[in-house]
């Protein structure tokens, strides 16, 4: 997704939170997808208060699934007051799930919940959304793509050495990934300098252990 792609459904997705009447006191982004949109809807709909928590996913090996957890709470009261809960995307849903009953804990008068994606596979239907992805697929978010390619390109090199534009040609036939000659080089100057990553010849091969 593009920066202007994003915008749009931000657009979009004010459009459908002015039209219901519903109108915030504060609105609470979900760290770290909701940051942004949250900031680029207070813009939009001229709502000063923003304020954030911070959501993680801690493995059960047992399970070998995540479980979201709080792990910055608000610093704030907001008793009586009327909410909005942003952040990117519902995936499982299990992160605006949580924050959802952690914020109605806290006693506010009323709560919405609200995303620029919605994957219909979800366990959790926001009140307001954008787009609906009726199938399920990794979603690159402009502000997350660095830590996205260093994932994919990890996965990619742990097969065998590849160049960089070899590797740029197998996230695209892999992983419909695209992304410049400028990205891929700076991804494999962060995975070298962290030792995930080693030279081989002309290309680069994920380090065995």
Do not use: N
Not at 32 to 46: Q, V
Not at 100 to 114: D, Q, R
Request: charged share 30%; with cysteine.
């Amino acid at each position: 997704m593009t920066w202007e792609e994003q915008y749009r459904l931000a657009r979009v997705l004010a459009g459908k939170i002015r039209s219901s009447g519903y109108r915030p006191d504060l609105v609470i982004a979900i760290g770290r997808g909701g940051y942004i949109p949250a900031r680029i809807l207070c813009d939009l709909l001229s709502l000063p208060r923003l304020t954030s928590v911070k959501v993680e996913h801690w493995g059960t090996p047992a399970e070998k699934e995540d479980q979201a957890v709080i792990r910055y709470p608000l610093c704030i009261t907001i008793r009586g007051e009327k909410v909005l809960i942003v952040d990117d995307v519902t995936d499982t849903g299990d992160s605006m799930a949580v924050v959802l009953e952690y914020v109605k804990g806290l006693g506010p008068s009323e709560v919405k919940t609200a995303v620029l994606q919605h994957k219909e596979v979800s366990g959790f239907q926001p009140d307001y959304m954008a787009e609906v992805c009726p199938v399920w697929q990794w979603i690159v978010y402009p502000w997350a793509l660095h830590e996205d390619l260093l994932g994919f390109s990890k996965r990619v090199l742990a097969d065998r050495p590849l160049t960089p534009r070899e590797l740029s040609e197998e996230l695209a036939s892999r992983f419909r990934f695209t992304a410049t000659e400028e990205e891929i080089g700076f991804a494999l100057d962060d995975l070298l300098s962290s030792g995930e990553i080693v030279r081989e010849g002309p290309g680069y091969r994920k380090k065995v252990e």
